[in-house]
């Protein structure tokens, strides 16, 4: 929840998806364009500045989205440092690779860039605006109606979390640890349930309709779309002028 509260609370929420589109594509571009890890990283931090002051993204917000993907970079990035072979006397042998550093400072660089431009584009924009982009272009039905499914099983589940925690707490279910373990499970049991059960309900209901086409949203309307498709061109095609420029 915390990506829809920042996509619909931030700045630019009224600013054209094409327009964040083509910015954050430009910095993928860039971010593979960067010649050294050292200019990477600097996209990475020019995104990071630009969602977080251009934008207006929460700063706290913005790093607990940003945390985890971060961790699994790093785990990641440590993994290619290392090599598995075979010694003579037919064992597992882990060694350094020679190279290791500068490979993972290159795989950082450029994944920090790309994670930082795909931030700046959801924590943006809200799912419904880039669902009706990718339908612009003329991205598969088969893959929106799975994104819509999902996007509102989320706020179903969200929704049974609170409920059911609620109840919980009410009854003094945490009030121990001995009790916080047994409400723990009970949480997740009843939640399996309770998501099997809303998700069957939803089928049904879309069945009873007899939905045989896409699903389809009113669109957003958008002022000002030239003025911000050319000032994200501009902005892209300097990223990706700087990523080759620079030796």
Known sequence: MLIEQAAYGNRWRAVTPSAKAVFALGG???????????????VAGLFMLVTVFGA??????????FAPALSFLAVGSLSLAFTLGVDA?????????????QVIA??????????????????????????????????????????VLCYRML?????ALVDTQSAQAARLGYSTP???????????ANLTVQIWQRASDLHV???????????????????????DLSIAAVGAITLVLFSIAMP
């Open 89 to 101: 006397s037919g064992g597992i042998a882990v060694g350094l690779l020679p190279n290791g550093q």
């Open 205 to 227: 209901a879309a069945q009873a309709r007899n939905n045989d086409g896409p699903l389809r949203f009113l669109p957003a309307e958008f002022a000002n779309v030239r003025r």
């Open 56 to 65: 207006g993204v929460a700063p706290l917000r913005y790093l607990r989205v």
């Open 178 to 188: 001995r009790l916080a373990l047994r409400s723990l499970g009970s949480l997740v």
């Open 155 to 159: 706020f179903v589940f969200s929704a």
């Open 28 to 42: 993928f571009v860039a971010a593979f364009l960067a010649g050294r890890p050292s200019l990477a990283f600097t």
């Open 106 to 147: 290159q795989v950082a660089g450029r994944s920090a860039a790309a994670l930082t431009a795909l931030l700046f584009l959801v924590l943006t924009t809200p799912l419904p605006d880039l669902m009706a982009l990718l339908r612009r272009l003329k991205c598969p039905e088969t893959l929106l109606e799975l994104m």
